[in-house]
């Protein structure tokens, strides 16, 4: 079965991570350091923390906007669960907006009509890889005094008009889950321009302790330091970063081969009558982290065409996968109160979306057998 992602490691990442276990620092030390900046390359951005992995991330990123009880956070309905699971873990309530029918990213229409004097914030995600509109929510940020979060765990290494993720949001996270664009086995990031929530960060991803001299509201001695504020342990390990580091070298390599397989695909897919192929903005660069068909739209019968062709690509060999159910509509959230209809796009959405295989390690005959048995499903859909 060829999965819908998968890591791509090599003996370079391996070597890696054993010198890093030979070294005498497990956890926290000089690699830790040294990811960051090379991330801060990557990514356009003046500071970047490393976390625990994405969740963690989102987190602080939503606390180091001063995210409280009681406050609103608008976001996509059409992401992971974490996007909204990190608003309630502060006590603030997820408000879903709906997304763009092409792209699947936060509709800022549908983010605009939903800010009410609660508001705290406004968090895009860039689905599949596919920055959200951000000269669009800027406006509305700025219009209503909102803080602007983008979720980039899809798009390390995409571009808006040749700017990177860091540097269309107040503050981006990403995540080195195995199937995301580099990997640390469990890893996240939080990255910004802004001193005061990268200070913010680093606190909080190590209980809130403040080690800084000037900080320090008493000086005690040379072991002293005090906890500020209520933080986590959402350290990365030492080795963690050396696999970051030896996975970052290779992104421009992996990005190549994600936008070639994507390219391939709209080429011999884009005629088939039965799938939808992803839709983009002008200007945008995707880092492909998901390859999304949709089952044609206008048909009644699209959510039981979806199943059908589902089982088919299955049974067939592809381990697709469908991302993502409305978050409201998970029983959780169900339970909160949400109502199914809320966001009737992402619904929409949802019920048509089958995820193919992409990731850099799959061979040009693993891309073919994909794109002949998408139109093998097609025919015998039609
Ligand atoms: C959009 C989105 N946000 C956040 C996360 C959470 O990342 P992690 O699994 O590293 O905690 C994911 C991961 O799957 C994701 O897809």
Not at 191 to 213: C, K, L, Y
Request: charged share 25%.
């Amino acid at each position: 079965m060829l999965p819908y992602g998968r890591q791509a490691i090599d003996e370079d990442d391996i070597d890696a991570v054993a010198e890093a276990l030979r070294s005498p620092f497990l956890t926290t030390g000089p690699r830790i350091a040294e990811f960051e900046a090379a991330l801060a390359q990557a990514t356009g951005a003046r500071f970047v923390a490393a976390v625990s992995s994405g969740t963690a991330a989102l987190h602080a990123a939503y606390r180091s906007v001063g995210i409280k009880p009681g406050d609103e956070v608008i976001m996509p309905a059409l992401t992971f669960a974490a996007t909204a699971n990190a608003a309630l873990y502060l006590g603030a309530k997820p408000v879903f907006g709906d997304v763009d029918r092409a792209t699947g990213t936060l509709d800022p229409e549908s983010a605009e009509r939903a800010v009410t004097n609660r508001t705290r914030a406004i968090v895009a995600v860039d689905y599949a890889g596919h920055p959200a509109d951000y000269d669009a929510l800027r406006l509305i940020s700025a219009r209503h005094g909102l803080a602007l979060v983008d979720d980039a765990a899809h798009s390390l290494g995409a571009t808006d008009r040749g700017r990177k993720v860091g540097e269309l949001a107040d503050v981006a996270t990403l995540s080195f889950h195995p199937v995301k664009l580099i990997t640390t086995g469990e890893g996240g990031a939080v990255i910004t321009n802004d001193p005061a929530i990268h200070q913010s960060i680093v606190e909080f991803r190590s209980h809130g302790m403040v080690r800084d001299d000037l900080r320090l509201l008493r000086h005690e001695g040379p072991w002293y330091h005090e906890m500020h504020d209520l933080g986590f342990n959402y350290r990365l390990t030492d080795f963690q970063s050396a696999l970051g580091l030896s996975q970052l070298r290779k992104l421009p390599l992996f990005l190549a081969r994600r936008r070639e397989i994507a390219s391939r695909y709209d080429q011999d897919l884009a005629d088939q009558g039965a799938f939808q192929i992803p839709g983009r903005r002008d200007g945008v660069e995707s880092a492909w982290h998901l390859y999304v068909l949709r089952v044609m739209e206008g048909r009644a019968d699209s959510a039981h065409r979806r199943r059908l062709a589902f089982d088919a690509f299955r049974d067939r060999g592809l381990g697709v996968q469908v991302h993502y159910l409305p978050v409201y509509l998970h029983p959780f959230y169900q339970d909160l109160g949400y109502a199914r209809g809320l966001c009737p796009v992402a619904e929409d959405f949802y019920s048509r979306a089958i995820s193919l295989p992409i990731y850099p390690a799959m061979t040009d005959a693993e891309v073919e057998q994909v794109t002949h048995t998408v139109r093998d499903v097609a025919a015998g859909l039609a």
